[in-house]
């Protein structure tokens, strides 16, 4: 295919000065952008010449050559050579195209093959506080207040970090925040946008930094939380506090803040869902004999009744005793593991007691 005469691709005279050939570019661009011809190759393919002829004959260097040798003048130049240094936004932003009524997203919509996109502003991320109840508190439920360590935006620069005035616009992006790389690739432009590392993608550079908070743009303060946890709850239990998590980007909401519930261990019972364990030591006497003995209970003492002839290692429930079900009004039990303990240290009359006693056992044994 033979290649068109940059001029003539763009309608201009030989003689045009840069503001035309911008002014020429501009006009073909919006006319032949694949946006707004959709499906439509041709206008693909003329949109990639008119760029060409553009990244030419807005450069002075390439237009001379080209103007002394024609197209032969530029064999030597790769597709990424000729599009070096081409800021074709520019071209838009000399003409007030940013507020064409399309906002700032019109160099995004204009450029989209191959494009890679900013992200939008970022939500706040969620925070996680982990909250250590006892199995009494657990038990009953209960509201506590916590007191969380949250960042905010600061409320004397409003976290731009600088006192008033104290700063000034970033000149690596010119205020911008971005930096915006194009680079020409077969019929496509890449349009890359990387945030402005110098001042962080806020396109302002902080002079005077904020006596507040030290320039950082945020303060720590602690918030005061009432939780409230029913009753039964259980380690990882979640209560979920909306828009209390970090903040977000500008114009983006907050993240949450996540309460998760740790019931610490029991010196005396073991938890197993609403149902609480416990061992409790009788003597040898109390098993044989049976009666009453107290346990502790988890919301005060107990009183459980030991049937005669109970084993070691019986486990006897006490109804209802446990921890309330988190969704209705009953309850778990309580367990009681026996542990019968044998006497040490006999007298020599508790030792003639056990003989006779054993005597009686045999002796009944044998009839
Ligand atoms: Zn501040
Ligand atoms: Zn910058």
């Not at 919301?299 to 009744?305: A, M, P």
């Amino acid at each position: 295919m033979k290649k068109r005469d940059y001029y003539e691709v763009l309608g201009t005279d030989k003689n045009a000065d840069v503001n035309t050939i911008k002014q020429a570019y501009r006009k073909l661009a919006m006319q032949y952008h694949p946006d707004r011809n959709p499906g439509d190759k041709q206008a693909g393919k003329q949109m990639a010449e008119i760029n060409e002829a553009y990244a030419v004959l807005c450069d002075q260097d390439k237009r001379r050559r080209y103007d002394m040798y024609g197209h032969a003048g530029l064999e030597g130049y790769s597709s990424d050579d000729l599009f070096h240094g081409v800021d074709f936004s520019s071209v838009f932003r000399d003409f007030g195209m940013g507020d064409f009524g399309f906002g700032g997203s019109i160099f995004d919509s204009f450029f989209s093959t191959g494009e890679a996109r900013t992200r939008g502003p970022r939500r706040g991320a969620d925070l996680m506080y982990t909250l250590k109840v006892s199995l009494e508190e657990v038990a009953t439920g209960i509201e506590k207040e916590i007191e969380i360590p949250i960042t905010r935006t600061c409320p004397s620069c409003q976290g731009t970090g600088a006192e008033k005035g104290g700063t000034k616009d970033c000149d690596r992006c010119r205020g911008t925040g971005k930096i915006i790389t194009e680079r020409r690739s077969g019929y496509g432009v890449f349009r890359q946008i990387n945030v402005c590392s110098k001042c962080g993608g806020k396109g302002k550079i902080v002079e005077k930094p904020c006596k507040k908070c030290h320039g950082r743009g945020i303060v720590e303060e602690n918030d005061i939380i009432s939780v409230s946890i029913p009753g039964g709850a259980d380690t990882g239990y979640k209560v979920r506090v909306k828009g209390k998590g970090e903040e977000g980007d500008e114009g983006a909401p907050p993240g949450d803040l996540y309460i998760v519930l740790e019931v610490e261990e029991h010196p005396i019972f073991e938890r197993h869902g609403d149902d609480i364990y416990m061992v409790k030591e009788i003597g040898c006497y109390q098993a044989a004999l049976g009666g009453e003995v107290n346990v502790p209970g988890i919301e005060g003492d107990l009183k459980l009744d030991i049937p005669e002839g109970t084993q070691n290692g019986a486990v006897l429930p006490i109804i209802n005793k446990g921890l309330p079900h988190m969704d209705s009004h009953s309850r778990g039990n309580q367990y009681v593991m026996v542990k019968v303990t044998t006497p040490q240290n006999l007298t020599r009359r508790e030792r003639e007691l056990f003989q006779e006693l054993e005597k009686l056992q045999s002796k009944e044994k044998k009839h």
